[in-house]
């Protein structure tokens, strides 16, 4: 499991459930993190070390 404190796409702290973390599946180093909402309405994410953009 990896954890992450913030959404990577909103900035919002990943507190509670629904949330979810996971290594970039680009470079594998950085950690992306998505709450609840930002998941349900597949907002995109940058990965901050490579670049990578991901739904
Ligand atoms: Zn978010
Ligand atoms: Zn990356």
New binding site residues.
């Given amino acids: 499991m990896v954890k992450a404190e913030k959404c990577t796409s909103c900035g919002v702290p990943l507190l509670g459930k629904g949330t979810s973390a996971f290594k970039?599946p680009?470079?594998?180093?950085?950690i992306v993190g998505r709450c609840s909402q930002c998941r349900e309405q597949s907002v995109k994410y940058t990965?901050g070390?490579?670049?990578?953009t991901g739904p």
């Fill in positions: 970039c680009q470079c594998g180093e950085n990965c070390k490579c670049g990578f």
